[in-house]
Every structure is written in structure tokens, then in C-alpha cells.
DNA sequence: ATCGCTGCAAAAATTTTGCAGGTAA
DNA sequence: TTACCTGCAAAATTTTTGCAGCGAT
């Protein structure tokens, strides 16, 4: 069984592996660009370009570099964004292969995320798209509730 | 037919009945607040706060007066906020009775908008929430792509 | 007369950009 | 060498807040 059995699992995928794919598009490996790629990696669900800055051992990087690289990595499809609803951007790796497509259950209590498979079934988004003669539809679905430890006052 | 028929269409409500939702909780119907109200109800579409401050003929009212009263709006259930990925936050009117739920349809182009009535299936959603012992699931779900008048270049 | 609301101004928070120098390839 | 990249600083947005005065009830 290789690494990549779980090409949706960002944890499978080596930092090699990540930054290959930035040099086949001839773009340079920093240390920046490792270190968020990293933090990413050893994250499970979506971070804020400030938790990414905090979560960097010393003053590794700057604030505007993190937003520079997200646009870069986002453009090249290796991270996703998602919107929990504050208005505040968040961020997850994709791995290679994958589209990322997925979905999250967020706690309105505490914030804890747990990522969902689950997807809005697609022949309804396809009968939605042909009825009013969209193309190239995708959609973004996210859940919202109160989690197992938050029922408990 | 009563105007209220259509329990799910922000414009069939008169501004006497939203001011009058103001009153009922000894909040104050001003100026800005009949202004803001009005031009809700005149858009079918969720709207963002310098949207709605740029609909204002003159300068009647400050955009702090509008977050603020969108604040106040959305804590009353008047209005449901929406986001549509590009980090701003979107308005819209609720209808007395109405929960205000409901999808979008929005071109990744020209950002026209068609509102969607189809929902995440129900029994799919419970599911989920049983499965990650949530309770007081909800969810939001937009979706993407490109329009009719956007497909011929 | 009260209490809420508004405008104005200032601040906070998020995100973008210009530029000069540094570095990966 | 030569693009590309980074830090720093400044700016552009979006959103929030303090305060004194005005206004709806």
C-alpha cells in the first residue's frame, strides 16, 4: 500500500511530493512556501492565513508572504479556500490527483471541524444546472451545529 | 390571494409590516433603518453593506448605521447573511414566518444571481449529524457556474 | 423624558501592493 | 544570470467602536 492510497488525505502526501509540484510550474521552493506547506500538511482542516503565520516557529515568515502565497497556491490548485460564514478565508491542501472537493461540520460553539464525504447529490445539481442553463456548476456546502462536548452545559 | 401568500418572497411584504416587526420589540423605525428596509425589499438578491449604501439617494445614512443595523436585523432573523466566497458579506430580506433558507445560483462571470429553492436532502443531513452525534444541524449551500449570457464569448 | 439611534471620527482587522534587495535555479 | 520571491512599509478594504447629540416613542 503506498503513501498516496488516500489521494484525498493531504497527510499522505510527502513535502517532496508538494514541492515538486511547484517546481514542474518553475516556481521556487522557499523557505516560506515549505514551511506554510508544512503547517498545512500537519493540519487536518481549514487554517486562517493568521493561524498559519502564528503557527510558525519564530518570525519565519512575513504576514503579506502568507497571503502572496496562498493566491499562488490556490491559482495552482494545490490549496482550497473555504468560508465558514465570519468572513474570514480559510485554507486546506489539496493533494495531487485530487480536487479537493469536499465538505466540513463546524461546532457554533467551540469551532471544532470534522470533515464530511457527503455531497449534494449530483443529479440534482446537474438537473439544477441544466434547468437554468448554467455550465461548469460546482457548489459549496458547509454544516453547521452544535457538537458532542458543547451539548453538555 | 393575500399579499402574504408568498411567504417566501421578501417583496410581497409591505415596509409597514417590517417596521412594524421593529416596533414589536420596542425597537425605534428611523429614517436609515425605512431606507435600508426599502431598498431590501426592492432587490431580489442578497446585497452587500456598500451595496445598500450606494442605493441611498443623498447621503441618508452613514455606512456605520448600516453594519450596525444589519447587526441588529440579522439578531432580529430579518435579515440571513450570505457568502459567496469572495470575503464580503451578503444580505438579505427574510419574510415574518420564513426561516429565509434557501440556495443560490451565482455566475462565477458576471455574478448574476438566480435563487435556488432546491435543498440538501433532509434525511442526508440528520444522517450526518446522528453519525457525528451534532445536534441542531444546519447547513449552507451555494452553488457555481457560468451563466447562459456568459457562455457565448 | 427616556432610551435608542445616528453621524462623525477613529480604530481595528483583513487583505493588497510597491519597492529594493535577496535567492533559487 | 535571471526570474522569481521576500521583507518591510504603506495603503486599501471591510468592519467595529466611542462619543456627543438628536430623535422616536
Redesign the pocket.
Known amino acids: 500500500m503506498k503513501a498516496h492510497s488516500h489521494s484525498h488525505d493531504p497527510r499522505g502526501e510527502q513535502l517532496a511530493d508538494l514541492?515538486g509540484r511547484?517546481?514542474k510550474r518553475?516556481?521556487?521552493?522557499?523557505?516560506?512556501?515549505r514551511a506554510i506547506l508544512e503547517i498545512l500538511r500537519q493540519h487536518p482542516h481549514p487554517l486562517?492565513?493568521?493561524e498559519i503565520f502564528a503557527a510558525m516557529r519564530e518570525?519565519?515568515?512575513?504576514?503579506?508572504?502568507i497571503?502572496?502565497?496562498?493566491?499562488?497556491l490556490q491559482e495552482m490548485g494545490m490549496v482550497k479556500r473555504f468560508d465558514f460564514g465570519d468572513?474570514?478565508?480559510r485554507f486546506e491542501l489539496v493533494s495531487e490527483g485530487d480536487d479537493g472537493h469536499h465538505h466540513h461540520l463546524v461546532c457554533v460553539r467551540c469551532s471544532r471541524i470534522v470533515e464530511i464525504e457527503d455531497c449534494f447529490p449530483r443529479e440534482l445539481e446537474e438537473e439544477i444546472a441544466a434547468r437554468n442553463g448554467f455550465r461548469a456548476i460546482t457548489h459549496k456546502l458547509e454544516f453547521f451545529g452544535v457538537c458532542p462536548k458543547c451539548q453538555s452545559p
Open positions: 514541492t511547484l517546481r518553475s516556481r521556487k521552493i522557499t523557505g516560506p512556501r486562517t492565513n493568521r518570525g519565519n515568515c512575513d504576514l503579506a508572504t497571503y502572496r502565497s496562498m493566491h499562488l468572513g474570514v478565508a
